[in-house]
């Protein structure tokens, strides 16, 4: 099993940019696919991007490529997103999840995560 806290919410202004991370402790960090995801009010959990186990391998959803990088630092067991030129669209409760699959074939996929955090605010203002 595994715990996940995330922090680095905040508002922000249009444009701006921040820094989420998602600590993480239990089980070897590792051996888990991460991933980001954001629920808006009224609307379903929503996949933002995922990473491999090494990190080689990174995920988007279209609406944040090129603007968003996932990264994660194993040694310090901890996952990242840094959010770039965000928007006001982006404003979302941001989740941080952990998947025990050896594929990443359904990284995006809410149901193949098996663990959460608590979640993040992070408000975007026009």
């Known amino acids: 099993q595994v715990q996940l806290v995330e922090s680095g919410g905040g508002l922000v202004q249009a444009g701006g940019s921040l820094r989420l991370s998602c600590a993480a402790s239990?089980?070897?960090?590792?051996?888990?696919?991460m991933g980001w995801f954001r629920q808006a009010p009224g609307k379903e959990r929503e996949f933002v991007a995922a990473?491999?186990?090494?990190?080689?391998?990174?995920y988007y959803a279209d609406s944040v490529k090129g603007r968003f990088t996932i990264s994660r630092d194993n040694a310090k067991n901890t996952l990242y997103l840094q959010m770039n030129s965000l928007k006001p669209e982006d404003t979302a409760v941001y989740y941080c999840?952990?998947?025990?699959?050896?594929?990443?074939?359904?990284?995006?996929?809410?149901?193949?995560?098996?663990?959460w955090g608590q979640g993040t605010q992070v408000t975007v203002s026009s």
């Open positions: 239990g089980r070897t960090f590792s051996s888990y696919l």
């Open positions: 990473v491999s186990w090494s990190g080689d391998s990174t």
């Open positions: 999840a952990a998947s025990l699959s050896r594929s990443t074939y359904y990284y995006n996929i809410t149901e193949e995560y098996d663990y």
